[in-house]
């Protein structure tokens, strides 16, 4: 059984910096993207960042240009994200996502692509 575990969530002032890790272990599997995802309460669940490994392009949701970087080890099965400049609209449980089927041309922003899911690490952002 593949397993994601996040971890380095945390109440965060604004303004503040925080970097989430994400870990995959416990099988063997091929990996072609992993990407980060949040949802907040009663919302519903956003595409963050992602990283594409067959080309190591990094992609990220507009809302989070310029303040966070994704990263990580595609031989680790490591994953990062840098967040800077946290803001309250940040708060939520960010989820680590990794795809292990092949596609030619998709969107790296789609949840449903993607085959493997952490089980969540709480960034809150006070003001």
């Known amino acids: 059984q593949l397993r994601l575990s996040e971890s380095g969530g945390r109440l965060v002032q604004a303004g503040g910096s925080r970097r989430l890790s994400c870990t995959a272990s416990?099988?063997?599997?091929?990996?072609?993207?992993m990407g980060w995802f949040r949802q907040a309460p009663e919302k519903q669940r956003e595409y963050v960042a992602a990283?594409?490994?067959?080309?190591?392009?990094?992609y990220y949701d507009d809302s989070v240009k310029g303040r966070f970087t994704i990263s990580g080890d595609n031989a680790e099965k490591t994953l990062y994200l840098q967040m800077n400049g946290l803001q309250p609209e940040d708060t939520a449980t960010y989820y680590c996502?990794?795809?292990?089927?092949?596609?030619?041309?998709?969107?790296?922003?789609?949840?449903?692509?993607?085959?493997?899911w952490g089980q969540g690490t709480q960034v809150s952002v006070s003001s």
């Open positions: 996502a990794l795809r292990a089927r092949s596609y030619t041309v998709v969107l790296l922003s789609l949840p449903e692509t993607y085959d493997y």
């Open positions: 416990g099988s063997t599997f091929s990996t072609y993207a």
């Open positions: 990283v594409n490994w067959n080309n190591n392009m990094s």
